[in-house]
């Protein structure tokens, strides 16, 4: 599975972006599909999951009041809506997908990586 992500950019603090990823594998919906992010000079670490069909999403605490993950499995597409973006949400985004929700958090669970897209935000 080849995953693209885009629609990072640079914003000031408190805007929103929406951050998508396009997968190349017509059976997309079989997977769980999740957003990591890694800072500068970090370690990557899991921002939010979303079940095959859509039915259930999981964001870690730091960011489930800001961050909205979904998919459309018919545009074969995972989107990462943040809103009042914050500095330390600087980072580059990768979106990622894995057979097993439950371990998808992970890096175990991770089946593959997409390239990541740049989220810059300014003070």
């Known amino acids: 599975v080849q995953l693209q992500a885009s629609g990072g950019g640079l914003v000031q603090a408190g805007g929103s972006l929406r951050l998508a990823c396009t997968a190349s594998?017509?059976?997309?919906?079989?997977?769980?599909m999740s957003w990591f992010r890694q800072a500068p000079g970090k370690d990557p670490e899991f921002v939010a999951a979303?079940?095959?069909?859509?039915?259930?999403?999981y964001c870690t605490d730091s960011v489930k009041d800001r961050f909205t993950i979904s998919r459309d499995n018919a545009k074969k597409a995972v989107y990462l809506q943040i809103d009042s973006l914050r500095p330390e949400d600087t980072a580059v985004y990768y979106c990622?997908?894995?057979?097993?929700?439950?371990?998808?958090?992970?890096?175990?669970?991770?089946?593959?990586w997409g390239q990541g897209t740049q989220v810059t935000v300014s003070s």
């Open positions: 990622v997908a894995g057979v097993d929700i439950t371990t998808i958090h992970q890096f175990r669970g991770v089946d593959y």
């Open positions: 594998e017509h059976t997309f919906s079989s997977y769980a």
């Open positions: 979303i079940r095959c069909s859509a039915g259930s999403t």
